[in-house]
């Protein structure tokens, strides 16, 4: 059997997002792997079991080469992300620290805090726009938060990580990588002359978690933590706040049952999928289907083509509120499996859940604006305007 070449280039930003979701949609149901000569050459795997299968055998599956196509070769590898064994296990015990599933109940406190804080920046007006006034900065406060920044350079991190991440494939990528460097390289100086309690200046100081680290682990720590913690949960909570305000019923039925809630948060995740693209190289030969992938070739592992496969999802384009059997390979699978996940479950429902109560009437005021992929492999809303009954001021 030979691969049915893919004429869809995951790097054109042009393509709006249902041009997107059907290509995705065309290849896993054309063939379990697809070609693409672009880029130097790689196969998309589309289909659920495949997709799950690489990522839960990164022997096979390497992410040493780095997770984009084409790899980037300016920015260092990414903690742990794009790191093979043993090496990953060391990553992965550096990043932890502030993820576990303790650490982030310990900080949910301070996630609610931020979220109020942002809430009474438009609660009183009538009108907001959620992606802006919420679902971006959030993300970007509570990381930054997390690590020991300051709220202003938290925010003015937001800024940046999204400039960084939109150039990825593009001419503008060494100035954007050159902004994010230099402005983290002067947070780490300044917490060498002025040291505090706080990961931010263990980074400085080279140990974090009893690793030593150089420039370039620091910088990969904080591009793990910047850009991976910020993008794919801003994403994630618009597009949760758009199902509850879009599906008839679901948001007064969450505002009567907050049980409901969790199953509602992964099924959005679902269909949502924000970072959809990721890399492996092969390294010895795999079989799927009836198609062997050569060892040290490239692939794309589609994890929203995987997320709505019929073979997996029964009715899979359709938001079923009460799936019970709900699998989805948004933050991956196996070792991999994305670290900040606790953190974005948390995020996402104690957001949810404040302006739920906060907003009973919250209602969408105009078409929510969405994104093709940015940076080869997010998907996300450029906007989410809503109105409602002001709140009243204290």
Not at 24 to 33: L, N, Q, S, T, Y
Not at 79 to 104: I, K, M, N, Q, S
Not at 343 to 369: F, K, S
């Amino acid at each position: 059997m030979t691969t049915t070449p893919a004429a869809f280039d995951h790097l054109d930003g042009t393509l709006p997002a249902t041009e997107v979701r059907r290509a995705h949609a065309e290849m896993r149901e054309r063939c379990p792997v697809v070609h693409s000569d672009r880029h130097g050459g790689f196969d998309y795997l589309t289909r659920y079991e495949n997709v799950r299968g690489a990522l839960n055998d990164p022997t096979a599956f390497s992410s040493a080469d780095g997770v984009k196509i084409p790899a980037n070769t300016l920015l260092p590898p990414v903690p742990a992300l794009e790191f093979d064994e043993p090496e990953h296990a060391e990553w992965r015990r550096v990043l932890d620290g502030p993820l576990t599933p303790r650490a982030v109940r310990a900080f949910e406190p301070v996630i609610t805090e931020v979220v109020d804080l942002l809430i009474d920046a438009f609660a009183g007006s009538g009108k907001a726009d959620l992606v802006d006034q919420l679902a971006e900065p959030l993300p970007a406060i509570v990381i930054g938060r997390m690590i020991g920044l300051e709220q202003s350079d938290a925010v003015r991190a937001r800024g940046i990580a999204a400039a960084l991440y939109a150039a990825m494939g593009t001419a503008e990528f060494p100035a954007r990588y050159a902004e994010f460097h230099d402005t983290t390289q002067r947070w780490l100086a300044d917490r060498r002359e002025h040291p505090r309690d706080d990961m931010l200046t263990q980074m400085a100081n080279g140990v974090v978690e009893g690793k030593t680290i150089d420039e370039a682990g620091a910088t990969g720590l904080l591009l793990a933590y910047i850009v991976g913690g910020h993008h794919s949960t801003g994403s994630a909570l618009g597009g949760l706040i758009r199902h509850v305000l879009t599906l008839p019923g679901l948001r007064d039925e969450l505002i009567a049952n907050r049980k409901a809630l969790p199953r509602v948060i992964e099924e959005s995740l679902r269909l949502t999928t924000p970072l959809q693209l990721f890399a492996r190289t092969v390294r010895c030969p795999v079989r799927v289907g009836d198609h062997e992938l050569a060892e040290g070739g490239r692939v794309l592992l589609d994890l929203a083509a995987a997320n709505r496969d019929p073979r997996e999802f029964s009715d899979p384009e359709s938001f079923d509120r009460g799936r019970t059997r709900n699998r989805h390979v948004t933050f991956g699978s196996g070792s991999h499996v994305c670290q900040g996940q606790h953190l974005a479950r948390a995020e996402l429902r104690i957001a949810l859940g404040r302006l739920l109560d906060r907003i009973p009437d919250l209602r969408l005021d105009g078409d929510p604006v969405e994104s093709g992929l940015v940076g080869g492999s997010l998907m996300t809303h450029y906007a989410l305007p809503v109105a409602f009954t002001p709140e009243d001021s204290p």
